[in-house]
């Protein structure tokens, strides 16, 4: 398919929308923000016949706090995360993902349901969703399903969703008065970066260091975003002190399964999967101790 | 050298020396300049060039037939429709224009396209069938060095070998008190400018060429191009201004002879190529990787006494500039010191890795981080200050270099070097050290200084040319051959311009790079386009004024004498002429209203025997003074502080100085710690900018730019030297020594990633393990 060639339809509601892509005869996929999709067609990997173009659906861009839960449009931006005071309040861990997404630009236009539908390792803001606990609400024209996101992913760009499918709300778990997160970025540099390993941590404390439970998700170690759940069990053993942390440390490195790509060996990857819950650990011990 | 007439005192210059805003920066800001690939027009064409799809194979057959079939194809060229010589090189032209019988990396060019649209020009791409036969590909240059290898070119895999002998080294390694031997490698830097090569051409119907593509020499590219065409130069017109950058990866010819031959088979249509980002880092020029071996040696009091240097560059399958690259390593391979024995060596290598050329430093880069690493270990090891050992070893103009030749020209090293010290950053380094805001993290400081050659060395002829003319409406075209390819030269030759015509800078305009509106004043590269354009406007300036006066007397009817040159008028006893009247009347005379100015670049008389061309007459020198902090876990740095101190001679505009030691500061940080196009096994496993890393501005610290101005050079406009180079040098070695000042682990292999710096940790975190036990 010559780039040309192919035909964007812009539905105006989301009904609209899922019956378009109910369509049997029709080759499409949608487009949101397009900072991965219009990469993606350059490079001749993805060309469908016709575009649909959802960025316009104001109906899917909200972040609402609803039953105990955040609700989040897969069309919020990056920039709608980054702003929004009720997930700095209780989702941090998602915000201060978000702000590692590109740089700002890709933060204007880029979208959370675009980040998820991609699907890659390395997107930066799943594994802050795997620890907010979040479940998808996926939608047919007909029909609509709830998916917890570890379930979601099936390879390097690969889900469960079907032709005829998209995501129409990220529901995630909001922090409560002990809980605390933080996400840590390993890049190539600070800016327009695809993240060499990343990491979200999400903790329950008791009193000083005591963790009552945790959760860790690493990204770009694995086919998908993998749960480190040794380490979340044994951080809650003894009082997270600086030496503790160093001994949860050392064990992500058993609990990932890298490659080597043009970014890193699968090495040095392993040895940052460490670096990188050290480094995120000790930040929020600071953070719990002055909070 | 004969003193200018133009040197005025500081206090009487209106324009030289001023912070004068860029006059081109405006509509660049504003994104208003069109640049030459950005122009469209309805009858344009598209044109694309075939790559080779192996680094090396030979070629057995090539179809087109199923290509011209389809339907909006213009026309297919191959070899066998090149009219003239079919290669091209600015020093040997070993670079076929289109291969006919052996690719020699994945850059080759096979088969020019031109098509109704660019979509179909790919398609007509993929239709074109190459026949290949593989043949072994040679991947590194040491290798491609040995008897086994497979030759690239008939003479051989090494193009060239270069060697400077001064004294006695054996001896001296045998006198010396301490040896320090390491060996360094270096990346194959990209230039990465904001405009990939590119451009349009146009045939007309009597036959006469107008090429537009973005250049650093119009009048040699258009010999090129005449040359592949068996076509008189004077029937072809090369416009290579605007540029959207350069820093020398537009030295060479990049798409100007595509574009010609095109512009012959489109009947009168204008033809467009322009690369993509992934073409261009396949096909484009690139940095010489270097592999440095450096024994250096020394005396109890810090005293340099030895230096022997092997280094081989990687050129790539075509020579380009790579053998003067090679050469001004060497030159450049013992820093701004004065060694009494030296024993240097350089080879520049074919391999099937793309191609290396021209790039901002031109091989100085590679050998400042051997030079200045070892001084800072000698240093170390006799306990002794940095500074210090530098500015004992340095030469002083009238001394000796290295090389074994007098500097007779200006030498600032050791006025950088008392700047340095002096700077809050280096005499506070201690206090900024320990200000670390994370346990893990590491702060270093370290210093490092070089220098760059301007111009070109012996045996190349270097001149300067500009012309003046008066227009119209009263104001002067400046006109200089040399392109603006972002440094600010056409600034600096309008402050030149306005400063000795005494008018205002608005009455200035500025023509570059245009082979019908300029004369051949040389390239602009080799740090020489300041210096040189800015001279050659200082001599044609005063011709204007000559003939601005001489008309200004006939038309007053006053001797000569009697005319004064006020600002923006001519008087003779209170009657004003101005501008436009004296074009007026030399207009109705049918008299000349354009001068010119002609220079020719000192050069030293004796070349050292086998060195390629050294020594150069001048030089411009530079020191860095940087703190980097280092997270120890994960291996980042991070470059917080620079001090760039120039020795430029006379500062023609600050503002354009610091633009240039801003830019290659950042440009460094990015040599040492980012950037590095990846080739395994003649295949670039580097596509674009989501794998070539440069810095942004979340990676540019702090710069700080304090010149030294006492050593003004006399042969420059107004005491004047050049700059562009020798702003990106020092600063890499001394991220590498603060780095280590940093960790205590030193990193000889660029870019210094995370990953490497962090690996080099860990093995030092091992020695301190094993030999504590
Ligand atoms: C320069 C640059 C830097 C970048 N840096 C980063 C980075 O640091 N970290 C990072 O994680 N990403 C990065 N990205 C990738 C990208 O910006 C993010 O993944 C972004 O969130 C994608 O959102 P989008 O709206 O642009 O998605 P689009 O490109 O529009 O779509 C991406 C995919 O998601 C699908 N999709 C979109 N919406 C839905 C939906 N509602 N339901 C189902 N499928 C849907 C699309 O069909 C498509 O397959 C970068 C991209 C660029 C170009």
Known sequence: MLVSE??????????????????????????????????????GKWRPSTWVNIKGLRELRYIIEKDGAIHIGPLTTHTDIIKSSLLQKKANVLVEASREVGAIQMQNVGTIGGNIGTASPAGDTLPALYVLNTVLELSTRNSKRIVPIEEF??????????????ITNIIVQPHGENEIGIFQKLGPRKAQSISIVNVAISLLMEKDRQVLSGKIAFGSVAPTIIRAKKCESILTLHPLTDEMIQNVAKVAWKEVMPITDVRATAEYRRDMASSLLERGLYRLMRRWENK | MKQLNTTKNEQSLNWVGKRVKRIDGPEKVTGELKYMTDLHFDNMVWGKVLRAKYPHAKIKSIHTLNAEKLPGVVCILTHKDIPGFNGFGIVIP??????????????????????????????????????????????????????????????????SHVKIK?????????????IVENTFYSPRQMHAFIETEGGWSVMDADGFITIHCPGQYAHRDRMQIARALAYNPERIRVISSPIGGAFGGKDEITVQIYLALLAMHTNGRPVKIHLSREESVIAGIKRHPFKVHMKTAAKKDGTLIANEVRAVADTGAYASLGGAVIALAIEHSCGPYKIPNVNLEGFCVYTNNGISGAFRGFGVNQVCMGIETHLDMIAERLNMDKVEIRKKNVYHQGEISSLGHIVKSSVGTFKTLELAENCDLWKNRRQYKSAVSEPWKKRGVALATSFHGIGMGIGLPDYGAASIEILSDGKFLVAVGCEEIGGGNSTAYAQVAAEILNCDINNIKVVQGDTSRTLDGGTVTASRSTYTGGRAVATAAPNMVKLLTNTAAELLNVPP????????????????VNYQTIYQYLFEHHRSTRVEGHFILPKEKVEIEGSGGAPHHLYG??????????????????????????????????????GQAEGGAVMGIGYTLYEDVVIENGFHKTRNFTDYIIPTIRETPLIETFPVEDTPEESGPFGAKGIGEVVMIPIIAAI????YDATGARIYHLPATPERIFNALKELKKQNVYSSR
């Open chain 2, 621 to 658: 020198y530079l020191t860095h003074v940087v703190m980097v902090e280092v997270d120890t876990l994960t291996g980042e740095t991070d470059v917080l502080r620079v001090v760039s101190i120039p020795d430029a001679g006379k500062v023609i505009n600050p503002q354009g100085l610091e």
């Open chain 2, 166 to 178: 001064n004294g006695n080294t054996e001896e001296a390694f045998i006198e010396a008190n301490i």
């Open chain 2, 94 to 159: 070993d670079q076929p224009v289109l291969c006919s019988n052996i690719v020699r990396c994945t850059g080759d060019a096979i088969c020019l396209v031109a098509a109704e649209s660019e979509e179909i020009a790919e398609r007509a791409l993929e239709l074109i069938d190459v026949e290949y036969e593989l043949l072994e590909v040679v991947t590194d240059a040491e290798k491609a060095m040995t008897a086994s290898a497979p030759q690239l070119h008939p003479d051989g895999n090494i193009h």
């Open chain 2, 736 to 739: 590498m020594s603060a780095i």
């Open chain 1, 6 to 43: 192919i035909e964007v339809v812009t539905p105006a509601t989301l009904k609209e929308c899922l019956t378009m892509i109910a369509n049997e005869d029709m080759n499409t996929r949608l487009i949101a923000g397009g900072t991965d999709a219009v990469v993606r067609m350059k490079e």
């Open chain 1, 153 to 166: 992913f099936t390879g390097p760009g690969r889900t469960i969703l079907k032709k005829n499918e998209m």
């Open chain 2, 561 to 576: 004498s009697k005319i004064e040159v006020l600002p923006n008028c001519l008087n003779a006893n209170g009657k004003v």
